[in-house]
T-cell receptor, first 115, second 111 residues
């Protein structure tokens, strides 16, 4: 699984509190992504990074910020969590294999509940 | 923006029956990718198709990319309980190797 870990794996928090999710990779991949997955919506891109300190917004970025100070770590922060941010969050990296094969490897996910 | 739709949303089959999910993009794609997500798990990359009309097989799974490169299908022959999960197609969008994922098809297989 391309050495991708996410922490925490589960978190319950209260509305209005800040939350930071961490994605860690060990294989020096350039591109990293944060998705959220909700029933009926599939996987939606929140933010992505194309290098250290290089990040950009995805389709559902409101209420989220990210940081990438090192190649291996991509942090997702909910500055003030809301119940609508209850979701499963996946981190992913983009890989390029032999013959130009492209795809994404996903981390195990973080289940976040905002009460 | 780009939209990727899949049908059906859900299908329940008896073990041994065939299954097909269809993926349609609002724009022409340079490639199409397929992922499988087991219940409680994370999406796992299955395959990438690049050429117009391309067909690839992985054991009982057959993937096809349409001639116009706007649609794709995944066919499973003789389903097994291990095929249970949600199947997503995904197409590249914009830069930075971003993907737009389809809405997914959830497959349930019973004995």
């Amino acid at each position: 699984d391309a050495g991708i870990t996410q922490s925490p794996r589960h978190k319950v928090t209260e509305t209005g509190t800040p939350v930071t999710l961490r994605c860690h990779q060990t294989e020096n991949h350039r591109y990293m992504y944060w998705y959220r997955q909700d029933p009926g919506h599939g996987l939606r891109l929140i933010h992505y990074s194309y290098g250290v300190k290089d990040t950009d917004k995805g389709e559902v970025s409101d209420g989220y910020s990210v940081s990438r100070s090192k190649t291996e770590d991509f942090l997702l922060t909910l500055e003030s969590a809301t119940s609508s941010q209850t979701s499963v969050y996946f981190c992913a990296i983009s890989f390029t294999g032999t013959s130009g094969l492209l795809g994404q490897f996903f981390g195990p996910g973080t289940r976040l509940t905002v009460l | 923006g780009q939209q990727v739709m899949q049908i059906p949303q859900y299908q329940h089959v008896q073990e041994g029956e065939d299954f097909t999910t269809y993926c349609n993009s609002s724009t022409t794609l340079s490639n199409i990718q397929w992922y499988k997500q087991r219940p409680g798990g994370h999406p796992v990359f299955l395959i990438q198709l690049v050429k117009s009309g391309e067909v690839k097989k992985q054991k009982r799974l057959t993937f096809q990319f349409g001639e116009a490169k706007k649609n794709s299908s995944l066919h499973i022959t003789a389903t097994q309980t291990t095929d249970v999960g949600t199947y997503f197609c995904a197409g590249p969008t914009g830069t930075a190797s971003k993907l737009t994922f389809g809405t997914g098809t959830r497959l349930q297989v019973t004995l």
